[in-house]
């Protein structure tokens, strides 16, 4: 069994907050680690050691930053296995999903120090009809707050610090502490390739406490937030008098229409793949099919056949290939919007049940969950669920399929699939989305490209592609007078 503390605790000795036990949630009966969390002055002290390393590291030349950022990377990346395990264990996602967050998280860290790398620092122009001199220059803020979520622990965590630190920022993460392990491994792998002490901190602290003593500090210049609604307005509100840069990507409510002339194995294997990776916990997952009438019953026939094909087990089993729910808590709530879609006269047609795949193995296990039959008025088409369960509405036409999809207060991700490029553009055009695919899966994404959350699932500058930039920078612009030096 692991312990592990919060690094500014252990090392000035501040006394240590609450122990939590980190459980696996394929078997509750496993602890995985302990976590002795920070109480509230050692959070509070992290963001002062974080602003006063600002200086040195902000001065510290770029490709001597890159270069201990690189080797982090690569450290990374050697302990691919080891890593992998440490996700499965926190999280419960299959061994191979495990892998693959580690994988895209080196793809989004490296293409966030090649935007580095790249950025013109100091751009200068003259104004030839005054002679002027004037040139823009990029500068960092200063202290960076980033909160990560427990689905995603390794790849968000990632594709946040690197660019942060990368443009001269210095950092406090606070990873959730249902899988704090992850955050704790990338943590050893910057220690390991040279970071200097204070310029980066792990935060092991409940919410409440970053509520009070993190999110509020006046040394805090920017915070990117990846978690729910509720929470990211939280922090619009508590900040909204103060000069913070904000970064939210909250929740989604992602659709994929299916029309008519759409090629329907394709688009029931999209489905499937983005429904039920990561148990349903993904944030840009799909948890609505809106199919037209004429297409239904064909597309639920291929569809049906796939998520029966689903092997619901432990992440450790090799011939697992979902997992269980991250935490109890979820568990429970994911049954309790079965129970409600049912009652509102949503048809179950897949799931909706809890499992017992290994014997004398409690885990959190639910089925892989289907409902046709939703309308538009019901919770399980607007409410985000976060889990495997997926919802299918019927429309008349592609007119009224793209009416649905935007008829929701989330705008994070949508597929279309259908063989026509005139009624794909429609719905590219007019989508309400940050996201938008066609003929690909609504989870579909490359490091070179921004997540952007329309509606409310996002606020401010968007993380990934060469957004770090931006919102990790601000601007000066220099005016020289011709007759200065």
Same mark, same amino acid.
């Given at each position: *069994?692991?312990?592990?503390?919060?690094?500014?605790?252990?090392?000035?000795?501040?006394?240590?907050?609450?122990?939590?036990?980190?459980r696996?949630?394929?078997?509750?009966?496993?602890?995985?680690?302990?976590v002795?969390?920070?109480?509230?002055?050692?959070?509070?002290?992290?963001?002062?050691?974080?602003?006063?390393?600002?200086?040195?590291?902000?001065?510290?030349?770029?490709?001597?930053?890159?270069? *201990?950022?690189?080797?982090?990377?690569?450290?990374?990346?050697?302990?691919?296995?080891r890593?992998?395990?440490?996700?499965?264990?926190?999280?419960?996602?299959?061994?191979?999903?495990?892998?693959?967050?580690?994988?895209?998280?080196?793809?989004?860290?490296?293409?966030?120090?090649?935007?580095?790398?790249?950025?013109?620092?100091?751009?200068?122009?003259?104004?030839?009809?005054?002679? !002027?001199?004037?040139?823009?220059?990029?500068?960092?803020?200063?202290?960076?707050?980033?909160?990560?979520?427990?689905?995603?622990?390794l790849?968000?965590l990632?594709?946040?610090?690197?660019?942060?630190?990368?443009?001269?920022?210095?950092?406090?993460?606070?990873?959730?502490?249902?899988?704090? !392990?992850?955050?704790?491994?990338?943590?050893? !792998?910057l220690?390991? /390739?040279?970071?200097p002490?204070?310029v980066?901190?792990?935060?092991l602290?409940?919410?409440?406490?970053?509520?009070?003593?993190?999110?509020?500090?006046?040394?805090?210049?920017?915070?990117?937030?990846?978690?729910?609604?509720?929470?990211?307005?939280?922090?619009?509100?508590?900040?909204?008098?103060?000069?913070?840069?904000?970064?939210?990507?909250?929740?989604?409510k992602?659709a994929?229409?299916?029309?008519?002339?759409?090629?329907?194995?394709?688009?029931?294997?999209?489905?499937?793949?983005?429904?039920?990776?990561?148990?349903?916990?993904?944030?840009?997952?799909?948890?609505r099919?809106?199919?037209e009438?004429?297409?239904?019953?064909?597309?639920?026939?291929?569809?049906?056949?796939?998520?029966?094909?689903?092997?619901?087990?432990?992440?450790?089993?090799?011939?697992?290939?979902?997992?269980?729910?991250?935490?109890?808590?979820?568990?429970?709530?994911?049954?309790?919007?079965?129970?409600?879609?049912?009652?509102?006269?949503?048809?179950l047609?897949?799931?909706?049940?809890?499992?017992?795949?290994?014997?004398? !193995?409690?885990?959190?296990?639910?089925?892989?969950?289907?409902?046709?039959?939703?309308?538009?008025?019901?919770?399980?088409?607007?409410?985000?669920?976060?889990?495997?369960?997926?919802a299918?509405t019927? /429309?008349?036409?592609?007119?009224?399929?793209?009416?649905?999809?935007?008829?929701?207060?989330?705008?994070?991700?949508?597929?279309?699939?259908?063989?026509?490029?005139?009624?794909?553009?429609?719905?590219?055009d007019?989508?309400?989305?940050?996201?938008?695919?066609?003929?690909?899966h609504?989870?579909?994404?490359?490091?070179?490209?921004?997540?952007s959350?329309?509606?409310?699932?996002?606020?401010?500058?968007?993380?990934?592609?060469?957004?770090?930039?931006?919102?990790?920078?601000?601007?000066?612009?220099?005016?020289?007078?011709?007759?200065?030096?």
């Amino acid at each position: *069994m692991k312990t592990l503390r919060s690094i500014t605790a252990c090392r000035e000795g501040l006394p240590a907050g609450p122990v939590v036990e980190i459980r696996n949630p394929g078997n509750q009966a496993e602890v995985v680690a302990t976590v002795v969390t920070a109480p509230e002055a050692a959070a509070a002290r992290m963001i002062e050691s974080a602003h006063g390393a600002f200086p040195g590291w902000s001065s510290t030349p770029l490709p001597e930053r890159l270069r *201990m950022l690189h080797e982090a990377l690569k450290a990374l990346e050697t302990n691919t296995a080891r890593v992998a395990r440490i996700i499965t264990a926190e999280n419960g996602k299959p061994l191979a999903e495990s892998r693959r967050e580690i994988a895209a998280a080196l793809a989004d860290g490296f293409h966030q120090l090649e935007v580095a790398r790249h950025t013109r620092w100091r751009v200068r122009h003259r104004s030839p009809s005054r002679g !002027c001199r004037s040139e823009v220059r990029l500068f960092p803020l200063g202290v960076f707050l980033l909160v990560t979520p427990w689905n995603f622990p390794l790849a968000t965590l990632v594709r946040k610090i690197v660019p942060a630190l990368a443009f001269g920022n210095t950092v406090v993460a606070k990873p959730s502490l249902e899988t704090p !392990c992850a955050a704790f491994a990338f943590f050893q !792998c910057l220690t390991r /390739a040279g970071l200097p002490a204070g310029v980066a901190h792990l935060a092991l602290c409940s919410g409440s406490v970053a509520g009070r003593r993190l999110v509020p500090h006046p040394s805090v210049r920017g915070i990117s937030f990846t978690g729910s609604t509720a929470v990211g307005l939280g922090i619009c509100r508590q900040t909204a008098e103060r000069d913070v840069r904000l970064q939210l990507e909250m929740g989604g409510k992602n659709a994929c229409v299916v029309l008519a002339d759409a090629d329907l194995d394709r688009a029931a294997d999209a489905v499937v793949t983005a429904a039920f990776t990561c148990a349903g916990q993904w944030c840009t997952g799909t948890s609505r099919v809106i199919v037209e009438a004429s297409a239904h019953d064909a597309f639920m026939k291929q569809l049906l056949v796939r998520v029966r094909q689903i092997k619901v087990g432990p992440g450790w089993r090799a011939a697992s290939t979902m997992g269980p729910i991250t935490t109890r808590q979820h568990f429970k709530e994911i049954l309790e919007a079965i129970r409600v879609g049912q009652s509102a006269g949503a048809r179950l047609v897949a799931g909706g049940n809890s499992l017992s795949p290994v014997a004398g !193995c409690e885990g959190n296990y639910l089925a892989p969950t289907v409902f046709g039959g939703v309308t538009e008025e019901m919770a399980l088409f607007r409410e985000e669920i976060f889990g495997p369960v997926l919802a299918v509405t019927i /429309a008349h036409d592609s007119e009224d399929a793209l009416r649905l999809a935007n008829l929701s207060p989330y705008g994070l991700s949508l597929s279309v699939f259908t063989r026509s490029a005139r009624k794909a553009q429609r719905f590219l055009d007019h989508v309400e989305t940050g996201l938008s695919h066609w003929n690909l899966h609504t989870g579909y994404r490359e490091p070179a490209l921004p997540i952007s959350g329309w509606k409310q699932s996002g606020r401010g500058i968007p993380e990934c592609g060469d957004q770090g930039r931006q919102f990790f920078t601000r601007p000066r612009s220099i005016y020289l007078s011709p007759r200065s030096g």
